[in-house]
């Protein structure tokens, strides 16, 4: 008891102290780490706009219609349509960049202007040209592709 009155104004400080440090972790939380995906609200709107199966596979199939790929594989992560596509060895730039059409062609024009398109075009043999990446952002009409190749 006589420490408590000898030392009664530190541990007043002390407490005071502890209480505000809590405050402020108590208001950081509240404020600035909400719960919410990793994706934030970026992905608004997705559900009324879905990319489904039969969409991957109708694109598959039309890219496939072209005659110049061995290997396709079509994939959605967020709002960007991923699609990896593996020529064949015979295969020139220009005419790999003929794809990006297809896809398109298999799209609506929603999902045209929803989603990111990204297409990686790679070839099995050892090509300085190659692999090129195509890029269309959802409010732009045309493909970016890698300088250089």
């Known amino acids: 008891m006589k420490y408590l009155k000898e030392n009664a104004k530190l541990i007043i400080a002390i407490a005071i102290f502890i209480v505000i440090v809590v405050a402020i972790f108590v208001a950081y939380n509240g404020l600035f780490l909400k719960s919410s995906s990793k994706y934030g609200d970026r992905l608004k709107g997705i559900d ?73 075009i790679q070839k099995n043999s050892e090509d300085e040209k190659f692999p090129i990446i195509g890029y269309k952002h959802h409010s732009r009409d045309n493909f970016t592709w890698t300088k250089d190749r």
């Open 48 to 120: 009324e706009i879905p990319v489904s199966n039969s969409n991957k596979t109708e694109i598959e199939e039309n890219v496939t219609a072209l005659g110049i790929t061995s290997k396709i594989s079509v994939e959605v992560k967020g709002k960007i349509i991923e699609i990896i596509i593996t020529v064949n060895d015979d295969i020139d730039v220009n005419k790999s960049k003929e794809v990006a059409a297809k896809v398109l062609e298999k799209l609506t024009d929603e999902q045209k202007k929803c989603y990111d398109v990204q297409i990686f």
